[in-house]
């Protein structure tokens, strides 16, 4: 393959030439300990860490993670799976504008909500109330996912892409937001230490920016359109500001709402953003998200249909950490915590060696789907039937 190895680091080379000075590259990619030998033609260090997040246990667990509307059965709403998706779609088109690395946005993107529990923003409440009580410190979605990629599975990712991951919130709105440069993993340890006591450092490359800012362009008209689908906002969008419906031409047939919202955006950040180590909204943009932002809380966020349930929910969430806390500390060894996570081949042993009862529950917990949250009480609290006659009945007479 000499010559056309030769011929493909010719055109690597060329297309890195092409990269804006602002741009994160591949030569820049810095691994723990050097991490393991990469031949870094085929697959570039950051275009690697893509596949090593894809191929994580941690990552098939997206599957089943709600976004926002949780004990909801419609095949329609979007999940994480799909989440993490378009932000990585709307991440490369804004990067690809800007000449920056693509790899690094993708990657970047697909491994940024990993943490989250089960019901979303809800359950990472319940979650981080039991570990204050516990004494672990506060629960944080962006913290989590860099346990598990960076601590429980070990999977070796690039510092860049731990940062953007654990810088990653779209929660927040920035008018403009400019890289915290990151030279090694002690940066990486700081910004872990600012976010656990409440404050909320930038990315340390300007692709980590793009994705916190495409995280924000995702959800925004997708949560929309699919409040709009269950039945809980109507499509008028009542009380909305005209100068959203106007800024995004919010007007016509609703499902196009979602599409004009991304492209109105996208267009306003790449223009504003174009030859500049930082990414920018225009003030007329900027304030049309921030309004949609506080106009989505109020409708559908806090919405008291949403949250129904949300009592039992939290007894769920408090059941299962006390149960589960007390199968570790008396070490009964035929728990769930056992086989899917202190026995599980794809831990690593120095994570389970370090760490303490409560932050195995909390990992444990946080690593769930929702189904298969729901699933504990069943399992742990109905009596399963010893025997059975020969016929194998099951509810029949």
Known sequence: MGAQLEEIIRRQEEKAALLSSHACRDDAAIRRDGGLPEDGVIRPPFFRDVDRIIHSRAFSRYIDKTQVFYLLDNEHITHRAIHIQLVAKIGRTIGRALSLNEDLIEAIALGHDIGHPPYGHFGEECLSALCKIHHIGPFRHDVQSVQFLDTIEDTRLTLQVLDGILCHNGEVHNSQLSPDPITGFADLSRKKTQLLEGGDPAPGTLEGCVVRVADTI????????????????????????????????????????????????????????????????????????????????????????????????????????????????????????????????????????????????????????????????????????????????????
């Open 218 to 397: 995702a959800y925004l008209g997708r949560d929309l359109q699919d409040a709009i689908e269950i039945g809980c906002l109507d499509s008028s969008l009542p009380g909305l500001p005209n100068e959203c419906r106007e800024t995004f031409s919010l007007k016509g047939d609703h499902r196009r709402y979602n599409a004009s919202i991304i492209d109105t955006v996208c267009r306003d950040v790449i223009a504003g953003s174009f030859n500049r180590g930082e990414v920018r909204f225009s003030p007329e943009v900027s304030a049309c998200v921030q309004a949609l932002k506080q106009y989505n809380y109020a409708q559908i966020y806090e919405n008291a249909v949403l949250h129904a349930q949300d009592d039992t929910i939290n007894e769920l969430f408090a059941f299962e950490f006390e149960r589960f806390l007390s199968d570790v500390e008396k070490e009964h060894t035929d728990s769930l915590i056992y086989q899917d996570l202190i026995r599980a081949e794809h831990v690593s042993p120095a994570y389970i060696a370090a760490a303490s009862p409560a932050e195995l529950v909390r990992d444990y917990i946080a690593g769930m789907t929702d189904k298969y949250f729901e699933s504990i009480p069943r399992e742990l609290l109905i009596p399963k039937r010893h025997f059975r006659n020969h016929a194998q009945r099951t509810g029949s007479f």
